[in-house]
């Protein structure tokens, strides 16, 4: 059946300025590491996808790697672009990354130019695509200079195969040099991709403050501890959760009682608060002016739902910030 989005998607979400960019993204966005590979369920996969554009959701994330196999995910969201989403283009924001191991032989990941432009190329052939939106260099690559890694980035912008230049999981001093070099080629960084959680808060460490400074946006990547934040591996391991499955991806030893122990004082105040712990997480994160989105993975229709409700949510009083840090 054509698709017809739903006409008043944009009163559902909030939209928030990327850094000092003239680029808004909604406050929750998508990605697609996992859930929609050749692995996974096409039509599932449409689904969740047509509905976060339903509910506003107006940016994609991807990467080469993304599936498995790798490659899927871009192949897959690029059919789900060409059947569905084809005229909406322009209210699309589409983002991939380059870092990652790709393909075999010593051009096929890390930071140089020649894996970064041809990465970029298969992307745009995996999803049909003349352009992305945002283009992202992975990961830092301690063995090739910045000059270059920053270059291929500044290069697929000025060549228009890409709007704007990311970064994601660079330390502080690394962002820094990145921010320095991409802003005198003329293609400032829009945005770095860490990692952010209630369970992982290196970046409150400096990094959120550079960012601030240097006016570039901020997007946190698995927000809710790849489920862990949910409160679903309080009693065990669910049948057909991440750490269930083989990827690796989340693994069970990686569950710590400790963390676990957070999971469940915390989730006494989301209940409070009137919140499930999920959308606790996620609103928690957007208390930070300096986090411009969420970046969620949602395997059902109904995760997506339960998550996007965070939107809504009161602001935190005094007391539950305190009581969260304790
Ligand atoms: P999350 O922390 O949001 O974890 C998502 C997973 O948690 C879901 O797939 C689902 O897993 C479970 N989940 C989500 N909501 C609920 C719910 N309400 N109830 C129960 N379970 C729930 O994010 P991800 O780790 O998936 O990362 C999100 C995105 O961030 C990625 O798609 C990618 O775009 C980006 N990313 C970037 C990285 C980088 O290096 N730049 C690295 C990692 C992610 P299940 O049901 O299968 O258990």
């Not at 960019?21 to 929750?28: K, T, V």
């Not at 059947?83 to 790709?102: E, N």
Request: with cysteine.
């Amino acid at each position: 059946m054509s698709y017809i989005p739903f006409e008043n998607r944009y009163g559902q979400m909030s939209y928030r300025r990327c850094g000092r960019s003239g680029l808004q993204l909604p406050a929750i966005s998508l990605g697609l590491w996992h859930n929609f590979g050749d692995v996974d369920d096409f039509s599932s996969g449409r689904e969740i996808i047509l509905k976060a554009f339903d509910c506003g959701i107006t940016h994609f994330d991807l990467a080469n790697n993304y599936g498995p196999p790798y490659g899927s995910a871009e192949s897959n969201f690029g059919k789900v672009l060409q059947q569905d989403l084809s005229a909406y283009r322009d209210q699309l924001i589409i983002s991939t990354k380059a870092g990652y191991d790709m393909w075999p032989g010593p051009y096929g990941n890390w930071g140089s130019r020649k894996y970064l432009l041809a990465s970029l190329d298969q992307s745009l052939e995996r999803m049909g695509l003349p352009y992305v939106d945002i283009f992202y260099s992975h990961r830092h690559d301690p063995d090739t200079p910045l000059e270059e890694t920053m270059g291929a980035l500044s290069q697929a912008v000025h060549s228009g195969k890409a709007l704007y230049a990311g970064i994601s999981n660079y330390p502080e001093d690394k962002a820094k040099k990145a921010f320095a070099i991409l802003r005198d080629m003329g293609t400032p960084c829009l945005i770095h991709q860490p990692k952010y959680s209630m369970l992982e808060r290196r970046v409150e460490k400096g990094l959120l403050d550079l960012l601030e400074k240097e006016g570039v946006g901020c997007i946190a990547f698995s927000p809710l501890a790849q489920g862990i934040l949910t409160g679903k591996y309080l009693d065990g391991i669910p049948e057909g959760s991440r750490a269930a499955r083989p990827s690796g991806a989340l693994r069970r030893q990686n569950i710590t009682p400790g963390e676990l122990d957070k999971v469940r004082r915390w989730k006494k105040v989301a209940d409070k608060r009137g919140q499930t712990l999920s959308q606790m997480a996620i609103s928690w994160l957007l208390k930070d002016p300096r986090v411009t989105s969420v970046l969620i993975g949602a395997r059902t229709l109904e995760q997506l739902e339960e998550n996007l409700r965070s939107i809504a949510a009161p602001a935190f009083t005094q007391e539950e910030l305190l009581l969260l840090e304790a």
